[in-house]
T-cell receptor, first 116, second 115 residues
């Protein structure tokens, strides 16, 4: 079975400071990893994904994430946070041709709050 | 390009009534997913289809829930009869033909309240 853990329910950051939203995963096989963002009363928007290759993945709105196989982590980062980044962030995993089939398994979400 | 389109966006219904949620996936996508989001349980996969065929419906909570995909451009999720505990946001999502590598794109959701 595949699973994702987001250990922090909420992360608070001051605007201009770097931010990190943590994600660890558990799968059998090589994972495909995704980050989504959800603004209030909206659907999930795709931010970035890791499939293969360079461990550092760059995505939308200045976000990036680093795949670390030894630590089974895929933390989301941004060098300088904006108030407009405040939202709910979801990490998700998919295993190619694995027992989970084609489905995406989500973490519980981390609420990011960026303050002035 | 149009994204995943869901209707209705909001629905308030009385307990015992039938609810039908509709989804139009992104054109050309061959996988379609129905997710449910609640505060208590987070995001749960209810069912997903590949090429209009249900592949995994293990997340469908009980027999009151059913989903169909009669063609590549339309899917429904039906709840009959509805109960207050079904109140949630229901998301439809779709992805393309390259299997697990493909990004899953979500609709804006159908916000269901059962009173």
């Amino acid at each position: 079975a595949q699973s994702v853990a987001q250990p922090e329910d909420q992360v608070n950051v001051a605007e201009g400071n770097p931010l990190t939203v943590k994600c660890t995963y558990s799968v059998s096989g090589n994972p495909y990893l995704f980050w989504y963002v959800q603004y209030p009363n909206r659907g999930l928007q795709f931010l970035l994904k890791y499939i293969t290759g360079d461990n550092l993945v760059k995505g939308s709105y200045g976000f990036e994430a680093e795949f670390n196989k030894s630590q089974t982590s895929f933390h989301l980062k941004k060098p300088s946070a904006l108030v407009s980044d405040s939202a709910l962030y979801f990490c998700a995993v998919r295993v190619p041709r694995g027992g989970g089939g084609n489905k995406l398994t989500f973490g519980t979400g981390t609420q990011l709050k960026v303050e002035l | 390009d149009a994204g995943v389109i869901q209707s209705p966006r909001h629905e308030v219904t009385e307990m015992g009534q039938e609810v039908t949620l509709r989804c139009k996936p992104i054109s050309g996508h061959n996988s379609l997913f129905w997710y449910r989001q609640t505060m208590m349980r987070g995001l749960e996969l209810l069912i997903y289809f590949n090429n209009n065929v249900p592949i995994d419906d293990s997340g469908m909570p009980e027999d009151r829930f059913s989903a169909k995909m009669p063609n590549a451009s339309f899917s429904t999720l039906k709840i009959q009869p509805s109960e207050p505990r079904d109140s949630a946001v229901y998301f439809c999502a779709s992805s393309g033909t390259q299997g697990s590598q493909n990004t899953i794109y979500f609709g804006e959701g159908s916000w269901l309240t059962v009173v």
